[in-house]
């Protein structure tokens, strides 16, 4: 629609690509974690999509993950266009620390976030892990980046609390059109999700019946 609010459109965007994705979803394809996600405890984005406490992480970070994007891109175009020190140091940090190996570049918004190594297991050792590719592969640093002064310090601060405070809005702003689209989130889970879990559950009482003599 031609009249969208551009964060709408996109959170419309999201939510229908989400909503493509789910079928395909099964519990067996992402392992599991013991570990909290940051990226989905506690967020307001599941509140307002009326996604329950039980519903698998995969699901609920695929779309938690989507709508972080939509906050992480308008912070990028806002921080270029409106915040000069901060996106000249953004900019100067990436090149400083350019090259490397970067095992969450290019991921898919379900896996965007998520630990890519599994927890260690004494009995099974790895090769090697994600993390160890990514800091042997970082570029030397031969000289140090040359220090900011205190006014550029207090002027990089002072537009770090302008990006949060615009991500902030953004957030919010997203909040409220997953409420809109609460009830066909809630009806795609119901349809494709709790089957599912519900199966889970079944072979699970089943094993855990005891034999009859």
């Not at 100067?92 to 965007?112: K, R, T, V």
């Not at 297991?121 to 592969?137: G, K, N, R, S, Y």
């Not at 205190?150 to 615009?166: G, N, P, T």
Request: aromatic share 6%; net charge negative; with cysteine.
């Amino acid at each position: 629609m031609s009249g969208q609010d551009p964060v709408a459109a996109k959170a419309t965007a999201a939510v229908d690509a989400w909503l493509r994705w789910l079928p395909g979803w099964k519990p067996g394809t992402h392992r599991g974690r013991s570990r909290m996600c940051g990226r989905c405890t506690g967020s307001p984005f599941l509140v307002a999509a009326g996604l329950e406490s039980d519903t698998p992480h995969q699901v609920v970070h695929a779309l938690v993950s989507r709508m972080q994007r939509i906050i992480d891109r308008a912070v990028d175009q806002y921080t270029e266009h409106e915040l000069p020190a901060l996106h000249a140091e953004l900019t100067g940090e990436q090149l400083w620390n350019a090259g490397g190996f970067d095992p969450s570049s290019g991921l898919e918004p379900e896996y965007e976030g998520v630990d890519l190594d599994p927890e260690t297991d004494d009995d099974q050792p790895v090769l090697f892990t994600m993390a160890e590719l990514a800091e042997q592969t970082k570029p030397d640093q031969l000289l140090p980046r040359p220090p900011l002064s205190a006014v550029e310090k207090q002027r990089i601060r002072y537009e770090i609390e302008l990006a949060d405070r615009f991500a902030g809005d953004i957030g919010q702003q997203l909040c409220f059109e997953l409420a809109e689209h609460k009830p066909r989130i809630q009806a795609a889970v119901q349809r494709f999700v709790e089957p599912q879990i519900q199966l889970l559950l079944d072979e699970l009482a089943r094993h855990l019946e005891s034999p009859r003599s």
